[in-house]
């Protein structure tokens, strides 16, 4: 599950590694940037309910397949055809609807098999290996897009989906389809947690997560551009794309796994208000920084990118152990279109926020935001992270799970 999770994972960060090649290229203003990623957000939202509901009736393993399947197809499509705003939109929105099938479902199929003690580790380990993925993909868009073009870029990232369908689908071959429970009717499995007040306080907390995380993920690559390309800056594109990736996904990838595995030590509710807590802070200090030397700009990207991704672990865990497992997909269907249709928009709203501030037109790049315009910016990403750091901590007292003695 970790090679294919990886392998799909690829495709995810190419718009925001190649943007500052897209944007000259395609004469995009900030908010038409925005709306290309909003586009794959919202995209990804749907496809999360969709999987997350039918999981419960169809099989995890069987919609894991099936979207793995349909997202090797629309990488392929969105590496070939996509060589406009308009088509680019279009293309990574359908690249978007098809791969979320693969990110709930391996959840699920990583709960069936593994123990309350050491599930928050588990999952830590599947989006890790997500992380890995995205460092990856925005190391290989950022490079080659500057150096052979954001077409190169494209087809290097797109083929991850195909990648990771050649990886799972062997590996899951012999493993049966676990439907959990009785079918129950649909609104009634969905909608059943909403009864429970920590059920609650997760959903509302991953939803202000995603507001910060996928606004981060979308924006911090070019902000970083901007400040490497600068007089502080240094290195050739391919170096540059390296020191964004790092700061950003190896930070992320440390958190999944160190984070999930605290939380089976310490308790869901302590690591998660310390990530939403660590993670407003950058959020309201990181865009002030641009004239800074990338020297300290840098540590405070990685410390982001840690904190932003540390608590998805955390949350996904939670979530298992708070809803009957007939109901799961239901409810993590529920939780996604909140989670990814607040996600999805982010990005447009810092778009139109550096729009805004500079008065760009169509045409202007990434790096020509002025400092002001950043700052409110990822300001505004702060507010969400602010408000997961409250629902973490309005979360009734947990004990950590013990895990099984040898």
Known sequence: MCASRFGSSLAFMVHAGSLPATMRAWGMSGGEAGGIQAAFNVGYALSLVL??????????????????????LTGLAFALFA?????????????????????????????????????????????????????????????????????????????????????????????PNRIAGARRPALRGAFRFLA????????????????????MWAWLPAFLTASLSGP?????????????????????????????????????????????AMGAACSLTIGWM???????????????????????PVLSTAM????????????????????FGAGGVAPLAVGLVLDGATGSGAGSGAGSAAGSGWGWGFALLGV???????????LPADRPPTAPRS
């Not at 406009?84 to 939109?89: D, I, K, Q, R, V």
């Not at 089976?264 to 990530?275: C, N, Q």
């Open 51 to 72: 999987s997350s509901w039918f999981a419960d009736s169809l099989g995890a393993k069987r919609v894991f397949l099936w979207s793995s399947g349909a997202s090797a």
């Open 83 to 175: 060589r406009s705003a308009e088509s680019g939109l279009v293309l990574f929105a359908l690249l978007g609807l098809t791969q979320g099938g693969t990110y709930a479902p391996s959840i699920m199929l990583v709960a069936q098999g593994v123990s309350a003690g050491r599930r928050g580790a588990a999952v830590g380990w599947l989006l890790g290996a997500g992380s890995l993925g995205y460092f990856a993909s925005i190391a290989l868009a950022a490079g080659l897009s500057e150096r052979f073009g954001y077409e190169a870029a494209f087809v290097a990232c797109g083929l991850g989906p195909l990648l990771a369908l050649l990886v799972a689908w062997p590996g899951l071959r012999g493993r």
């Open 196 to 215: 429970d007040r920590r059920s609650v306080l997760l959903t509302a907390g991953y939803t202000t997560h995603c507001w910060e995380l996928l606004g």
């Open 232 to 276: 502080q800056g240094s290195g050739g594109a391919a170096v540059q794309g390296l020191w964004i990736a790092g700061a950003i996904h190896l930070s992320g990838f440390l958190s999944s796994l160190t984070m999930g595995r605290a939380s089976d030590r310490l308790g869901r509710r302590a690591v998660l208000v310390a990530m939403g």
């Open 290 to 312: 641009e004239a800074m030397p990338i020297w300290m700009i840098l540590p405070v990207a990685a410390l982001y990118g840690f904190s932003a991704l540390g608590d998805s």
């Open 320 to 339: 298992t152990e708070s809803v009957d497992p007939g109901s799961l997909g239901a409810a993590l269907a529920v939780r996604s279109i909140l989670g």
């Open 384 to 394: 969400g992270g602010g408000l997961a750091t409250v629902c973490a901590a309005l």
